[in-house]
C-alpha cells in the first residue's frame, strides 16, 4: 500500500520540489548581492567592482584615471600575494623576505632588469603609458595601504611567511623584463654543444630549421661552451620556488644556494605556445565575426591570466591579462577583438669575449681592450647582514659567466634590454584600436613578446599582424653564440610594416598555432627573423577542422580549443600498419592501435602507449640509428617534426637499408614501450589509461615549504587527464613523471557584436585566496571543456553579480 501511494504521488512530489527549488533560486536571485565599502585615497570619484558568479570583476568608474586605479586596487585584492612575489623576482628583492638562499636569484635578475633611460622608455608605449601605470601602481598602493592598517585581512601566504607585501612604483611594472618569452639563447648554447661534440649537420635533428635554412658556424667560435654557462640565466627567468630547504637558512646565518634551477632535458616538454584563429561572418555560423584563444603557460595557483573588464568613458574592454599589469591583451573592447600566440621572432644572442691576461676586467672589441661596467648593488637578506653584489655588463648586455681556464666572458645580448620591451604592457595601446588600421598601427612599435595578434571586428573583418621587435643581422643568422669583438653586430631593428600581416583573407579565416607562417613570398633570406619554429602539428589540425566546416560556430571553436587528436599519433600509426612481427608482445602492441582514432583521452589504452612509445623510447631508439654515439649524447630528444619527416621519408638519413632500418626502430621501440607500460599499468592492456599517468598538479609556489594539510589546501589536483603536447588542447608534461607542465589554462571563445554570448574558463579560478570558493571553483569545468559566459552589458552583468565592492574617495 505505502508503495503504491509512493508511486502514484511522486511525480507531484518531484514537481512540487522543483517548484520550490526554483522559487527558492528567484528569491536569492532578486536579493542583493552582498556589499563592501571602501574608502580609499586617490580615488577621484565613487566607482564599483561587480564580482560575477565566476569571479570575473567588472569595473565601473567614473573616468579611466579611476578605472585603472581600480584595476590596480582590485588585482591586490584578489591576487596580492601573486603580484607581490612577481615583483620581488624581477626586481631580485626575494633574498630579502625568504633569506640568503636567494641571493644568487637575486642578483640574476637584477642583471636583466631595464636599466636605460625611462623617459624613452615610457615614450615607446605612447602618451598615456606612464600616467596608467601611475594609477594602476597607486591602486595598488592603496590596498597595500588598506592591508596594512587592517592585518586580519592580510592573505595567508604573508601572515605563514611573516613578512608584508611591498609598496610600488610605476617603473616596477616596466622595469623588470624576465618575465616575458624571448628566444633563442638556449638553443644557440644547444647547438653549440652539438658542435663541440659532433657536427652542425647532427643538430638539424634536434632542431629542424625552417623556413629551409642551413646553419653556419661564426668565423672564429669555438663552440665548446662552459657546462653551467646558462646557470645565471635560468635563474633570472624562472619562477619561485619556495621550500623548507630554502627557508632553512634564514636562521643558520648560511649563503648556500639552496634555489633549485628548473631546467628540463628536453625543451619541448616546457616549451609555451598557443592557439588563436578569427572567423569571418561568411564563414561563421552566427553571421558574425569570431575570435578564439587559448595561450599556452605554465600550470599554477592562482593562474597565470586573470580575467577582467574595465569600464570607463571612452573605455569599455574585457578579457584577461597579467595580473600585475594595467590594461587587457586578450578579448574585445566593444568593437575589437584581439588575441595572441607566440611569433618565433629571435631576440637574444650570446656573445663571447677574449679576455685581457693581464686585466680580466677588459674584454676584445675591435682590436682594443675595452673594461667592463660593474655596477654594484646591495641585497637586503632576511636573517643575515645586506649583501654587496657586482653586476658585470659588457657593451652587448649582462655577463653570465667568466670562464677562467679559456680566458672567456660571455654576455646576453637581448631585447629586453631596449626601450619598449616590458612584456604585454603595449596591450594598453593597442586594447584602444577601433579599427584595422589603429589596431596595426598600435602594434608598430610593439616589443616583447613578439607575437601574432588576431583581429576581428563589428563590421566583419578579420586580421593578422605579428609584432615583436625584430633585430637586424646582417652578416650572420642568431642561430649560434658569436665572438663579441665587433665584427657580429645588431644593425638596428626591421619597422613593424615589415612584418608580414593579411586582412580579410579569402579562405575566411585566419589560425597561428606559433608555426613557421611566413608567406611564400616573404624576403626571410634577408630579415632573418627567426628558423626555429613550433611544432605545426597543432596548426595542421586546426586547419583541418576549420576548412571542413561549411561554417563554424562558437561551439565548434571551444570543441577545437579542447581537441586532443594527435597528428604524431595518426601518422607513426600509419607506418605502422603494414608492419608485422613474430614476437607476441611487439604484436600485441601493434594490435592495439587497431581502429584507434587517435584521440587522447584519459581512458584510451592507445594513448598511454603511444605517449610512453613517444616520449620514453622511440626518439631515443631514433637518435641512435641516425647520429654517431657522441652526437646522440650531446642532445636531449629529437624535434618531433624532423623525426616524423625522417620516418617517414627514411632514405635520407637512415643510409642503405633504409625501410628495413627504419622498420626496425619503429617494432623495437614499440615493444619497450609496452613492456614499460605493463610494469607502470599491469599486464592486462584493456586496463590501461593514459589518465592513470598524465596528471595536472596545479602548484602554489609555497606548497613545498608547508604541511601536507595545508599543501592540499593550496595546490590544486593531482587531476587524471587527456590531451598530448601536439593537439590543440596542447597538454605538454615531463616525460619523466608525465605531469603537465604548460597548456591553455585560460580559453576564450567571442562572439563579436553580440558580445555576452562570449565564453571563457581560467583554471583554476580567478580568485588568490584559498579560503574564497572561486581559488578552485573553475577547474573542473576547464578539465570537461566546459566555459562560462564572459558578459559585457551592464544588464547581464547585474544579474550574475554575487558581490558587491563599492569604493568611495576618501582621505
Known sequence: MQRSLYVRYAPYAAALLVLLAATSSQ???SLPAPATTYKIAGLKKSAEILVDQWGVPHIYAANQDDAFFVQGFNAARDRLFQIDLWRRRGLGQLAQVFGPAYVQQDRAARLFLYRGDMQREWQSYGPRAQHVANTFVAGINAYVDYVNAHPDKLPFEFKQLGYAPARWQAEDVVRIRSHGLTRNLSSEVARANVVCKADLKSDEIRFGLTPNWQAVMPDGLDPCLPKDLLKVFQLATQGVKISKESLSNVHSGGQSDAVVIAAAENPE?????????VIAPAKSSTGRAIMANDPHRAYSTPSLRYIAHINAPGLNVIGAGEPALPGISIGHNGSVAFGLTIFNIDQEDLYVYQLNPEHPDQYKYQDKWEPFKVVTEQIQVKGG????????????GPVIFVEAEKNRAFAVRSGWLQPGMSPYFGSIDYMRAKNFAEFKHSLLHWGAPTLNQVYADT???IGWAPSGLAPIRPNWDGLLP????????????????QLPSSYNPKQGWFASANQMNLPDAYPYRERKLGFEWTNNSR?????????SLDKVSLEDSMRLQNDDLSIPARRLVTLLKPLSSRDAQTQAALKLF??????ERADSAQAALFEVWLSRHLGKAFKAAVLSPAAAEAMGAPDVAVLLDTLEQPQARFGQDALQKRDQVLLTSLSDAYAELQKLQGGDSSQWQWGKLHHNLMEHPLAAAVDEATRAKLNVGPMPTHGGAYSPNQSTYRSSDFQQTNGPSFRVVVDVGNWDNSRAVNSPGQSGDPDSPRYRDLAQKWLKGEYFPLLYSRAAVEKATVERI?????N
Open 594 to 599: 587497431d581502429g584507434w582514432d587517435f584521440v
Open 269 to 277: 616538454e616546457v616549451a609555451e605556445g598557443s592557439n588563436n584563429w
Open 806 to 810: 563599492r569604493l568611495l574617495p576618501g
Open 27 to 29: 528569491a536569492r536571485d
Open 539 to 547: 596548426f595542421t589540425r586546426i586547419s583541418e577542422v576549420l576548412s
Open 385 to 396: 647582514a645586506p649583501v654587496n653584489i657586482e653586476l658585470t655588463f659588457s657593451r652587448h
Open 482 to 497: 658569436v665572438p663579441g669583438d665587433g665584427r657580429y653586430e645588431w644593425a638596428g631593428f626591421w619597422s613593424g610594416d
Open 459 to 461: 563590421k566583419g573583418n
